[in-house]
């Protein structure tokens, strides 16, 4: 069965500075997709950005990037520019071939101003 | 356009009564899934509609859960009788289609309902 771990349950960051989220996963599928959710302190969970699995380059969004290593099964997301916004629970996820998902247990990110 | 729906927002029980839980999903959206997130925990998956068929039923803990979804639009989880390792939060989550085309699968989710047993 697909797993997704993600090993820091916190991280800050300071205001502008720039914060990497880790994210690595199990599988022995070749085609998935992988996704970083944002859910922000009692609001819902938002899509930040996604990565077809096929696909070599790195996914971008704006501030928000991904340094996606196929072989490593890693899935890391940046985030540039922190902004106060910016803090939330983030939840990275795996989806496969039968679009079912498998999340992590997500890593809280609080921003420092 | 509306996002999906979740009520009620929190609900406190006692061990042993019956809750529902309800899901609106975005209106056309013919997957709908029901997630769990037990504090601290990873959010897993529960199960699995397309329009009124369970596609997926392989994450629901035990038969004290049970969803409906009535006539392909909202759905109901309803758990009976609760016990206490059932808080948690239950997230809903709906998408357009299947499959890999872009935008079909991305899941839009709800805001979750936090259910407390005591």
């Known amino acids: 069965a697909q797993t997704v771990t993600q090993s820091q349950p916190e991280m800050s960051v300071q205001e502008a500075e720039t914060v990497t989220l880790s994210c690595t996963y199990d599988t022995s599928e070749s085609d998935y997709y992988l996704f970083w959710y944002k859910q922000p302190p009692s609001r819902q969970m938002i899509l930040v950005i996604r990565?077809?699995?096929?696909?070599?380059q790195n996914a971008t969004e704006n501030r928000f990037s991904v340094n996606f290593q196929k072989a490593a099964k890693s899935f890391s997301l940046k985030i540039s520019d922190s902004q106060l916004g910016d803090a939330a629970m983030y939840f990275c996820a795996y989806m496969d071939n039968f679009n079912k998902f498998y999340f992590g247990s997500g890593t809280k990110l609080n921003v420092k101003p | 356009e509306a996002g999906v729906t979740q009520f009620p927002s929190h609900s406190v029980i006692e061990k042993g009564q019956t809750v529902t839980l309800r899901c609106d999903p975005i209106s056309g959206h013919d997957n709908l899934y029901w997630y769990r997130r037990v504090m601290g925990k990873e959010i897993k998956f529960l199960l699995h509609f397309v329009k009124e068929s369970k596609q997926d039923e392989s994450g629901m803990p035990n038969n004290r859960f049970l969803a409906e979804r009535t006539g392909g639009t909202y759905s109901t989880l309803k758990v009976q009788p609760a016990e206490l390792e059932d808080s948690g939060v239950y997230f809903c989550a709906s998408s357009q289609g299947l499959g890999f085309g872009r935008g079909a699968y991305e899941q839009y989710f709800g805001p979750g309902t936090r259910l407390t047993v005591t």
């Open positions: 990565q077809e699995a096929y696909k070599q």
